[in-house]
């Protein structure tokens, strides 16, 4: 190997591990999203989730949240402008998140829908939705630890097999976020099956790994894959008793992210019963799994604390806003990173 390209080696490897963002752990704080339904209807009201709770988790090492939002709130009108007094509100959250040395996780979540329709097949166009992102990024460009989450949970027919559809769509909102000027910022690229994890490697992340970044050519390090999986056994996050700790699926995307060269993921929902010893065990071996494969996994947010009451049966909401879940006391902050909030 000649000198130069020795250099040029060492040179990449240093800029990627540069780039590598750190090892993230926290919890998604809902609330925001409680209008939407997997149809993407925007019905119900919403709930401000609590501010205490940032400082309350990175307190114990947590320096990651999701914070979940319906599109109809960010933009009343289908490619519309942004409600800016919404804006102020759900900014609140990003900024007291922010203020714990956290990164953040913008999460739009639609499931790929705006009122039933699904974008790029029959509901909005590329356009209307890369218009929100357009919009959100330039409000957000300046703020390197947001992490844009492009959209919750794809799924269903005719999704499926017209998967095709989809890549477009995310490469269009990509495109707009990097000419809005958020060129420093990771982008979070969801596939199919509700994220899951399990799908990712054999239905849409094959053509997700096509996906390019404006801001970085010729590299895609800024491109994160977005992941969901569940421990119950249907994996749809609805029953308190987990079955499995998911390693035989985070195995095998941790291969494909590998054999990808070396991509990398983030698995941005996961949790079980908030009281239950099924899932102290399993939820605490899936993210000692996660901790230990990184940077392909960088880490994760549970489901979820926020405006959810510890009746919640995946509730990570501490008890009386001063006691933690059994869950995340057993199962999550064994596997925080180490804190670096005091
Ligand atoms: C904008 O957001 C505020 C706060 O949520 C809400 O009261 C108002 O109705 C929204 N405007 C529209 C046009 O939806
Ligand atoms: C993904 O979802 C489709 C239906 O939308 C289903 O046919 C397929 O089996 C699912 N694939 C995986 C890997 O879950
Ligand atoms: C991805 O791009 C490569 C090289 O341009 C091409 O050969 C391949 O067919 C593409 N894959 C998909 C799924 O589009
Ligand atoms: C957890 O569950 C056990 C029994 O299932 C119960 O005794 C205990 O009070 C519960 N703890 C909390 C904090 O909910
Ligand atoms: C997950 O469960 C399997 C089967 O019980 C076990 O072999 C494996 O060691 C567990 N993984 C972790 C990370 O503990």
Partial sequence: MKVASVAATIFGLVASVLATPPRLGGVNTAGYDFT???????????????LYQYPYFSLEGANLYRIPFAWQLAT?????PLNMTWLAEYDQNVQAALATYAFVIVDVHNYARWNGE????GGPTIEQYASLWSQLAAYYKDEDRIIIGLMNEPHGTPYLPDNTLWPPAVQGAINAIRAAGATTQYILMPGSNYTSAAAMP?????LLLNITDPATPGSTEFLLFDVHQYLDYD?????TTCVTNNTEILSTLVTWLKANGGRQAI???TGGGRNDST????????????????PYMVGFSTWAAGAFDTTYILSMTPTNGNTDAPLWEYAV????????YT
Avoid at 36 to 44: A, C, E, F
């Fill in 235 to 239: 994996n749809s996050g609805t029953h």
């Fill in 279 to 294: 899932c102290y065990t399993n939820l605490g071996e899936e993210l000692a799994f996660v901790k230990d494969n990184y």
């Fill in 118 to 121: 699904i974008i790029n097949q």
């Fill in 36 to 50: 939407v339904s997997t149809d993407g209807y925007d019905t119900l009201p919403y709930a401000q989730p609590p």
């Fill in 76 to 80: 009343p009108t289908l490619g519309g």
């Fill in 333 to 340: 902050r064994p596997n925080l990173p180490a804190p670096t």
């Fill in 267 to 269: 698995l941005s929902e």
């Fill in 202 to 206: 054999t239905v849409m992340g094959p």
